[in-house]
């Protein structure tokens, strides 16, 4: 098997990795190729799970999981113009994300490993989040936030893997927003044109200085936020006003600890990635921050802040030019996966 040095080095090999994502509620399956310039991201495919009211059942989600996943991976095939026998191997986010649907995405991608009998590379969904910013940006050594519906971390690469300088306690922003907009019935959907519904009706809200504004340490907590927003409602409080305070304490909070992490580590490049990267706001909040301290900020395309699996495929391909494989029979899902337990051997070498 390449290891990273010989493959770098190996200027005419072209490999190819098709990267599944399950987690949540998108099956996504993307590609990604080297070549002699490096990584390069191709056309993915993707179905999202929605809802007919209220959040969602994993067990609905993974039931249409299954119904899905033969015509995704056809799809992500055909619009790459590739077949089954180009493909290096097969990349598989095991967690962190729900069981159901991770057994979905794990279940289809050992069996197309084996029938191909190409290697396995497992992936951590949150590692992939991390990959695919470092790669669209360009920014190499950043500072990232990473916020999804799931998960909000600040975190950066030292000493061969990723380390944690900040996480929520609780909630996650993305669950804070969307669950008070389900609670004040503003969604679903939860997100307009890249930005959040708690957004648009913040438009001329005013501050309700009351309101928790929870950073202990380095890590955030957002479910007593949730719950003083909820009781001010009920107290009469305008609904902009909620939102715009609700909004800008969350927001606050995420920025303050991404500053604090540039700061201990003496870094100046920050990104944003996950699920709630596409926000207008937050972006600006975190570039006004960067700008502070002299550094550069870019958040990751719209396009990918999502669940999707080209950034499973991307991070897939840079593991397994690395040597970092799991045997089909024991491509066991993790729940609970942190991202700080990964190993990372091809940062600054593959990308």
Not at 124 to 153: M, Q
Request: hydrophobic share 45%.
């Amino acid at each position: 098997m390449a290891t990273a040095a010989t493959r770098s080095s190996s200027s005419n090999s072209e490999v190819i990795v098709l990267g599944i994502e399950s987690t949540a509620h998108t099956f996504g399956v993307g590609a990604s190729r080297w070549t002699s310039a490096g990584p390069e991201l191709l056309k993915d495919a993707r179905r999202n799970y929605v809802p007919k009211q209220g959040g969602i059942l994993p067990r609905e989600v993974a039931q249409f999981f299954s119904q899905v996943a033969a015509e995704v991976v056809e799809e992500a095939l055909s619009v790459n113009s590739l077949t089954p026998r180009d493909l290096d191997a097969i990349a598989v986010a095991l967690g962190p994300g729900m069981g159901p649907q991770l057994r979905v995405g794990a279940t289809v991608a050992r069996a197309m490993a084996a029938a191909l009998k190409v290697p396995l590379v497992p992936v951590n969904h949150a590692v992939a989040h991390l990959e695919v910013a470092r790669y669209t940006t360009g920014l190499r050594d950043p500072v990232i936030l990473y916020v999804s519906g799931g998960n909000t971390a600040v975190t950066t690469f030292v000493e061969g893997r990723y380390r944690v300088f900040g996480e929520t306690l609780d909630m996650a922003l993305g669950n804070l927003l969307d669950t008070f907009a389900r609670e004040v019935k503003l969604g679903p959907p939860y997100v307009v044109n890249g930005n959040h519904v708690v957004d648009a009706c913040a438009e001329g809200g005013e501050f309700i200085g009351w309101f928790p504004y929870v950073v202990k340490g380095q890590d955030v907590s957002y479910s007593g936020l949730l719950t003083a927003a909820l009781r001010a409602l009920r107290r009469g409080a305008k609904l902009k006003d909620v939102c715009y305070t609700l909004r800008e304490v969350a927001f606050s909070a995420a920025v303050e600890v991404t500053e604090r992490c540039l700061a201990h580590t003496g870094k100046r490049d920050v990104v944003l990635t996950g699920g709630v990267a596409a926000n207008r706001v937050l972006n600006s909040k975190l570039e006004s921050m960067a700008r502070l301290h002299g550094g550069t900020y870019r958040g990751v395309p719209a396009y990918y802040s999502g669940d999707n699996g080209a950034m499973i495929s991307l991070a897939g391909l840079l593991a397994h030019l690395s040597g970092v494989h799991v045997e089909p029979e024991r491509a066991f899902i993790n729940q609970r996966w942190r991202l700080d337990e990964v190993e990372v051997p091809w940062y600054g070498k593959l990308l």
